[in-house]
């Protein structure tokens, strides 16, 4: 599947699920503080996937979306996800 294909699931979901003005939903968008998206919100935005498209995405791996630097992840890394990080990830589980 092609990013952008990703990328319109992502921005649907967003805004119907969620009631986000769509034009607020760019790849730049963090979602933190962009969207008001927090990290619990980011695991509810993975289990409607999961139901939406059958898809498994494990917590500890949505636990790190945004991480700078994936090889020193602990609990005191300051992640900060965006958009693009969400959907690329998303792009690795749709074959
Ligand atoms: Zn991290």
Redesign the pocket.
């Known amino acids: 599947m092609e990013v952008n294909e990703v990328f319109e699931k992502v921005k649907n979901l967003f805004v119907e699920e969620l009631g986000i003005d769509a034009e607020k939903v760019t790849m730049e968008a963090k979602l933190e503080a962009d969207l008001e998206i927090d990290s619990l919100g980011i695991v509810e935005v993975a289990m409607a996937f999961e139901d939406e498209y059958q898809i498994v995405l494990p917590d500890d791996e949505i636990g ?1 979306l945004g ?4 090889n020193k ?2 609990e005191k ?1 300051e ?1 900060n996800p965006n958009v693009e990080d969400l959907t690329n990830y998303l792009k690795t589980k749709f074959v």
């Open positions: 790190e991480c700078p630097d994936e992840h602990d890394c992640h």
